[in-house]
C-alpha cells in the first residue's frame, strides 16, 4: 500500500507520498518517476518519502514552504528522528537513487553524490505535520500499469512537442522564403535603370526641350 498527502503550502497543491512499510519502499525506489524527489533523514531509519514534481518545478528550486511540509513528513515518520531535534534531511532525483543486489531491504546509495541536498530541521511541527495527515490516503498501486500509462504520456507529450516544432520550423521557412521573394520583386523595380543608361531622346524631343 502506498501513503498518499496532499500538501497546500503551494497552488496548485503537491502531492507526497511513501511506503506503507519497507517492501513497498523497495517497489517505489524501482517504479518512483524518474523526475520526483526522494526525501529521508540522513543517518538514521525513516520513511522513504517523495515529492510527485509539479509541472514546471526543478528539484533543486522547490519552494521552501513545500521543502518544509517534506522534511516535516519524514521527521514524522521516523521513528528515532521523531523524537530529536535539530535534523537533517537529504533529497534527491529519484533517478539518482541507487540499488545493487547486496543491498539490504529499503536501502539506497547514490549515482552522483554531488546530486543530494540537505534542509535542516530544528524540530516537529505538528500544525504541518497534522495538516498533512489530514488529507492522507491510502491505496493500492500497480505500479507496473502506472509506469506503461506515465511513459504513454510522455511519449505522446514528445510526438505533440515535435510535431508542433516541424510545424513552427516550416511555417517560418515559408515565410522567409515570401520575405525572400518579396525584397526579389521589389529589386526588380527599383533597379530597373541601375545597370543601364536612360533612354536617349530623340533629336525632335531634345529640340523640344529647348522650345
Known amino acids: 500500500m502506498v501513503l498518499f498527502f496532499t500538501s497546500t503550502a503551494v497552488n496548485p497543491p503537491a502531492t507526497i507520498y511513501m511506503g506503507k512499510d519497507k517492501f513497498e519502499n523497495e517497489d517505489l525506489i ?104 489530514k488529507t492522507k490516503v491510502e491505496r493500492e498501486v500497480d505500479h507496473e500499469q502506472e509506469r506503461i500509462e506515465r511513459v504513454k504520456k510522455e511519449n505522446a507529450a514528445k510526438r505533440a512537442a515535435a510535431a508542433a516544432k516541424k510545424k513552427a520550423d516550416a511555417e517560418l521557412a515559408k515565410a522567409r522564403e515570401a520575405e525572400k521573394a518579396a525584397r526579389s520583386y521589389d529589386n526588380l523595380f527599383s533597379g530597373e535603370y541601375e545597370d543601364d543608361e536612360p533612354p536617349k531622346q530623340s533629336v525632335q524631343e531634345m529640340m523640344e526641350d529647348f522650345m
Open 30 to 133: 524501482k517504479y518512483a518517476w524518474p523526475q520526483d524527489v526522494w526525501f529521508h533523514v540522513d543517518k538514521l531509519s525513516s520513511a522513504h518519502v517523495y515529492l510527485r514534481m509539479p509541472e514546471g518545478m526543478t528539484w533543486d528550486a522547490i519552494p521552501e514552504v513545500l521543502l518544509v511540509d517534506c522534511a516535516q513528513l519524514v521527521k514524522a515518520n521516523s521513528i528515532e528522528g521523531n523524537k530529536k531535534d535539530n535534523l537533517t534531511i537529504i533529497y534527491t532525483p529519484a533517478d539518482n537513487l541507487k540499488k545493487t543486489g547486496d543491498m539490504a531491504v529499503g536501502q539506497v546509495s547514490f549515482h552522483n553524490d554531488k546530486r543530494v541536498k540537505r534542509v535542516h530541521v530544528p524540530k516537529r511541527e505538528n500544525v504541518i505535520v497534522n495538516r498533512l495527515n
